[in-house]
């Protein structure tokens, strides 16, 4: 033990409880997971290290990666802030971790991808790769797009294109009306339902057009229900998640308004937990997912399912999760050394058995990954209902129909960079 | 349809006239404003008798919805709606008697960010208890049918509830203060707090007791509202500044400038959505054109698409016009 | 040597300065020295926070907006830089630039806001905050909303072949300011206008009477503020290379306030003292505990009930002692220990209850198995409920014991050096 390590130590402990190790040969290949650990929204982040957890462990009784290395997921906590975001990756570097790993919140994404750009710049021989589960800004894999991140998540033009696609096949949505949110995603979304309503649901009319103060600013939603009303809108497609979806389907559900609600994140299972199950059965929720635990043709997947079901007293809901940890195991295998960029030219390209019977790629122009979306509609008569916290919450989703991996297949505009 | 925008738009081809727009927004804002006044009532209250403006006050709103989702769970909805604020109030009590009175003797400022610090404590203290997610607090099946319809939107029997709730204690408080020995005693515990305690009062009891009153008004907006809004730690917050915006408008101290204040602001945001009247024009005066990216950021703005910013707005100006606000007796 | 006396000497500032040069030696991994750039942005704001709260007797709950517009302008001018829309300016001045640009914020809000003290400054201060985070949610072509905008501070030739690209330079650039700063906002404390200042704070009629235009007092201290705090803002926007909305919201504001608050209003060493410490705090606690906000929460509230001078307040509490004799502080050592090790013992068993009802609560697993202190318990067990409440038990009767103590032998060390003094 030399001096400076015991100096490293000294620090690390100091300024983070945190020491760096000397590798050796049997040493896990550690991903860092950088997500809100505390905070209001803690729990998604919790969640989510909960389910990375459980797809390593799979992964790891196999005999993990590498031949014999086991994946070792480290919780990183950026209390939802960007620049702690920056920071915690610059820990991950200190620490030696070579892959980053996050997905909620599109402010904490787009600083890793900056982040990680021009560090992998400055430091060639010390470059990280950022794996994106969940951050669905669009951009990421256009103008923004970079050799280092790769989107194991549909992004915003995918899910409302998916959304789009099923209600143009839908004869009964003649009046559609968007409500999102006020500021970057919401305006995404805006503008993807009338580009995409427009391209692939030719016979709708888009009858009204709001954009709210996001997260929770607004109240009262009954002036909103009174235009739906007023426009005589049959269908509300909206991006809204959080407080500003639980109050309008509650302000809809208690007005008694006879629509549907098409929805990017209204099936979220805190969202559904909240805005109860008879408001969500009322407005006909409807969500778009990569998955459905319950279809037929997930029954290769059913004992993973149930198992984590047992774990966890919740219904599996994330499946990217579990395909992000797959594909990863499978690149660096590919790779075979634990060298980011290795790992990245591996999963370029690679193809992985998705659902209803399709592959999904990750699409090497601009590393999104194509895949068949489902929409699926809320419904009592369903073989599994959905558990959450222990509890049945009555319902089910029940797939409506399925949008394939073609016809979610999106031009980019992506040049990408490759070193 | 030329002069037709937003809702009128909709209700202009239905044949509607603006005149049954502007109801329909008064009403709806009533109904929103009247929720507002059951937290804003509290807050004017402890402010009038104690000079403290409390930054916790949306705290105890936020209390008495989950004392509400407990009780409701395991009793029914009528017992909670009496102990869940009888819960809060006497949590305020205690919090003023150990905590804000220890304060009192650093001056104004040190109250505020004692409050400003105690908002914070208990919604990290309702995490700590209840946990981060929402929680399914739902309206009672009792009232949960139509009362009635209205331009095509039902009503339920319990927002009529609420409002009525809420009537009600705007009529009783009003009567308690006016009419009553107790109120004398409190409004005179304002402006000559030395002599009522030379007359043989209590100050320091009283002023414990206002607070836990006031608290416990702010508890009842809670178990009224917490299933229409969401039962989860982040509603304090979220509801918290308006409610202030609305006392400050309606001047601090006046109870009758509160109720107004409460009613106007629930109208406004309700009417800025219903009309979603374009800014593009008035930005057109300032020269203002869409060319620029930053431009068409602001010609495309709407009333309805800020709506929950302009109550802000108007305190500012208020503040800086006439800092009593609408019917206060004394700056704020 | 008195507090004042202790910040007119110049071998404090040229240790400070040491500190500064010194700390990349030690600290030089990068998420290190992140943190220490935060700390000396959060020293600059701090600093400038207190110009208004512990100076003006102004409480600001919207101050973040002239730390974040700094940096929104910091990070477009830069990128105009790199486009070569604007002519190249050096990136070590930047924060000056940014200093201005805030500083005319400051003239025209202030123009309006401080025309009255106290619950009025601070609700238009509430309000303007407010304000501010809407826009920037809104005007999605200058703030981008939640996503911020993204800069490159390595943008032209520096001097010397500083080009800010590794964090050591960037680092030294913050601290440098820092420091300047620092001694800036202290030479403001020590001119009259400074003076007038405290006297507006504390007495606004008879400083009305005296002849001070009071609103023009308070106009000019909060300008002077905004363009501090602007400064820090800049600083931060060149060390991530990033503003968000996060920089103006009401947050940022609560959270400077925390800093100056727990650290102290009433000296130049109080926020200083605040924004060290509540930086580091904020970097390690969430390794240890999801409740830390919580603790956070309770640190403020005690602070405020039981010691408005801040920690800095405390310390200098003994101000008189050691100018009549150091050697009386020695006395006092034993009492301070006794009461540090109950107070110690009693956050052992309450912190532990309290993070085993926060696991309980927050577990949707189900399995109630936690870490605590280095134990693996489980909550179904009650034996470490019950460990928990004997430990803070006895902590709290040792505190009942120690805190006469502390208090009889502090008033004996007081009285002894009144009276050498009066000899």
């Known amino acids: 033990m030399n001096t400076s390590y015991l100096r490293k130590l000294l620090l690390g402990t100091l300024l983070g409880g945190l020491s760096v190790l000397p590798a050796y040969a049997a040493e896990p290949v550690r991903l860092g997971l950088i997500e809100p650990f505390s905070g209001p929204i803690a729990s998604i982040g919790l969640e989510t290290l909960d389910n990375f957890n459980f797809a390593v462990e799979a992964v790891n009784k196999r005999g993990g990666v590498l031949g014999g290395r086991m994946i070792e997921m480290v919780p990183l906590d950026n209390a939802m802030n960007a620049e702690k975001s920056t920071q915690q990756v610059k820990k991950a570097i200190d620490m030696g971790i070579r892959v980053v790993v996050q997905g909620v919140g599109s402010s904490n994404a787009i600083n890793i991808i900056e982040y990680v750009n021009k560090h992998n710049k400055r430091n060639p021989d010390q470059t990280v790769l950022y794996l994106n589960h969940a951050a669905v800004t669009t951009e990421f894999t256009n103008e923004l797009c970079s050799f280092w991140h790769f989107r194991f998540d ?156 047992d774990k966890f007293k ?84 029940k797939t409506m129909n399925w949008v394939s991996r073609e016809d979610l297949t999106l031009p980019t505009t992506c040049k990408m960079e490759r070193p | 349809m030329a002069g037709c ?53 949306a705290s105890f709103f936020m209390l008495g919805a989950y004392f509400a989702y407990e009780i409701s769970r395991l009793i029914g909805f009528w017992p909670a709606l009496f102990f869940a604020p009888l819960g ?245 | 040597m008195s507090m004042k006396g202790l910040l007119n000497n110049y071998g404090v500032w040229m240790v400070a300065a040491l500190i500064i040069l010194l700390v990349p030696i030690p600290f030089g991994s990068g998420f290190a020295l992140s943190i220490a750039s935060q700390m000396t942005i959060a020293i600059v704001f701090a600093l400038a926070y207190n110009m208004l709260l512990g100076q003006g007797g102004m409480l600001s709950f919207g101050h973040a907006i002239f730390f974040g517009l700094a940096g929104y302008f910091t990070i477009h001018y830069l990128n105009w830089m790199g486009q070569g829309v604007v002519s190249y300016f050096p990136v070590s001045l930047l924060p000056l630039l940014g200093g201005l640009v805030s500083m005319v914020l400051g003239v025209l809000i202030g123009l309006v806001s401080t025309r009255r003290a106290g619950t009025t400054f601070a609700m238009i201060s509430l309000g303007f905050g407010e304000m501010v985070t809407a826009l920037t949610l809104i005007i999605v072509s200058f703030f981008n909303g939640e996503e911020g905008i993204q800069g490159d ?94 920089t103006v919201d009401i947050a940022r504001s609560g959270f400077v306030l925390f800093m100056v608050y727990i650290g102290g209003t009433g000296t130049f060493l109080g926020p200083v003292l605040g924004a060290v410490l509540i930086t580091w705090l904020t970097s390690i606690l969430s390794n240890f505990t999801e409740a830390w906000y919580l603790y956070f929460g309770i640190i403020f509230v005690t602070i405020v009930m039981y010691a408005p001078g801040g920690l800095a307040g405390l310390i200098f509490m003994h101000e008189p002692i050691w100018l009549t004799d150091p050697r009386l502080l020695r006395r006092l050592l034993w009492p301070y220990a006794l009461g540090l090790a109950s107070v110690l013992v009693a956050l052992v068993g309450i912190i532990g209850e309290m993070e085993m009802i926060y696991h309980l609560s927050n577990d949707i697993t189900g399995e109630f198995v936690m870490n605590l202190y280095g134990f693996d318990i489980s909550l179904r067990n009650t034996v470490p409920w019950v460990i928990c409440a004997i430990i803070g038990a006895i902590g709290l009767a040792l505190c009942r014991k120690s805190f006469p103590l502390v208090a009889q032998h502090w008033h004996q060390v007081m009285h002894e050096a009144r009276e050498r003094v009066l000899q």
């Open chain 2, 5 to 57: 925008v937003g809702l009128s738009a909709a209700l202009c081809q239905e044949g509607v006239s603006v005149v049954q727009v502007l109801l329909f927004s008064l009403f709806n804002g009533l109904l929103y404003g009247m929720l507002l006044f059951m937290l804003s009532s509290g807050l004017t209250l402890i402010f009038s008798m104690m000079g403290v403006l409390n930054f916790a006050h």
């Open chain 2, 88 to 332: 809060a109030a006497v949590i305020g009590a205690v919090i003023e008697r150990y905590g804000l009175r220890t304060v009192h003797k650093f001056g104004h400022v040190a109250e505020l960010l004692f409050t400003f610090g105690l908002a914070f404590v208990i919604e990290e203290l309702v995490q700590m208890i209840w946990g981060k997610t929402n929680k399914p607090y739902l309206i009672p099946s009792s009232m949960d049918f139509t009362l009635f319809t209205w331009q095509g939107l039902d009503y339920s029997a319990y927002r009529v509830f609420m409002l009525l709730t809420s009537v009600g204690i705007f009529v009783a408080l009003y009567w308690l203060l006016t009419r009553t020995r107790v109120g004398l005693i409190i409004q005179a515990a304002l402006s000559h707090p030395q002599m009522v305690g030379a007359l043989g009062h209590n100050v320091p009891r009283i002023f414990m007791y206002t607070f836990g009153f006031g608290c416990g008004l702010a508890a009842i907006g809670g178990v009224l509202g917490g299933n229409v809004l969401g039962t989860e730690p982040a509603m304090a917050i979220q509801l918290g500044p308006i409610v202030f915006v609305v006392i400050v408008i309606g001047g601090l101290g006046s109870l009758g400038g509160a109720l107004i204040a409460s009613i106007f602001i629930g109208i406004l945001t309700n009417a800025a959505v219903s009309y979603d009247v374009p800014f593009g024009p008035f930005f057109a005066l300032f020269g203002v054109s869409s060319a620029t990216d930053i431009g068409n950021d602001l010609v495309r703005m709407t009333s309805g698409s800020v709506s929950s910013v302009l109550p802000y707005l108007i305190m500012v100006l208020m503040l800086i016009l006439r800092p009593r606000g609408l019917f206060g007796n004394r700056d704020v």
């Open chain 1, 154 to 309: 549909a992004n915003v033009d995918m899910k409302v294109a998916a959304l789009a696609t099923q209600m143009g096949r839908d004869p009964k949505v003649k009046n559609v009306y968007l409500i999102n949110q006020n500021y970057a995603f919401g305006k995404s979304t805006q503008e993807a339902s009338n580009k995409y309503l427009a391209e692939r649901a030719k016979h709708i009319k888009i009858v009204g057009d709001d954009l709210i103060v996001p997260f929770g600013k607004v109240q009262d939603f009954t002036p909103y229900v009174a235009k739906i009303k007023g426009a005589n809108a049959d269908t509300v497609l909206t991006g809204n998640w959080g407080p500003d979806i639980i109050r309008l389907v509650k302000a809809v559900a208690s007005a008694g308004l006879n629509v549907q609600f098409y929805t990017l994140y209204g099936g979220l299972p805190t969202t559904v937990n909240a805005v109860g199950t008879e408001d969500g059965m009322a407005v006909h929720m409807k969500q778009v997912t990569e998955q459905l635990v319950e279809d037929d043709d997930r029954k290769d997947l059913q004992p993973y399912f149930e198992s984590y079901l």
């Open chain 1, 314 to 397: 919740r219904t599996w809901y994330s499946d990217r999760i579990r395909f992000t940890v797959e594909m990863f195991a499978k690149a660096i295998d590919k790779a075979g050394k634990e060298d980011p960029e290795a790992i990245a030219r591996a999963l370029e390209g690679m193809t992985f058995p998705g659902p209803h019977g399709q592959t999904m790629v990750m699409r090497p122009d601009d590393h999104q990954i194509q895949l068949p979306m489902v929409i699926s509609e809320m419904s009592r008569d369903v073989p599994k209902r959905f558990i959450y916290e222990g509890k049945d919450l009555g319902i089910g989703w």
């Open chain 3, 153 to 246: 501070r390595w943008v032209g030739p520096e001097p010397l072949g500083i080009t800010f690209g590794s964090d050591v330079q960037v680092y030294y650039l913050a601290g440098a300011w820092c420091f300047a700063a620092a001694v800036a906002m202290y030479a403001i404390t020590r001119t009259p206008f400074g003076r007038m200042c405290n006297a507006v704070r504390d007495n606004p009629e008879r400083a009305q009477f005296v002849g001070y235009n009071t609103q023009r007092v308070r106009w000019l201290a909060f300008t002077l503020s905004a363009f501090f705090s602007g400064i820090a803002g800049t600083l931060h926007a060149l060390v991530f290379e990033h503003v968000g909305f996060e």
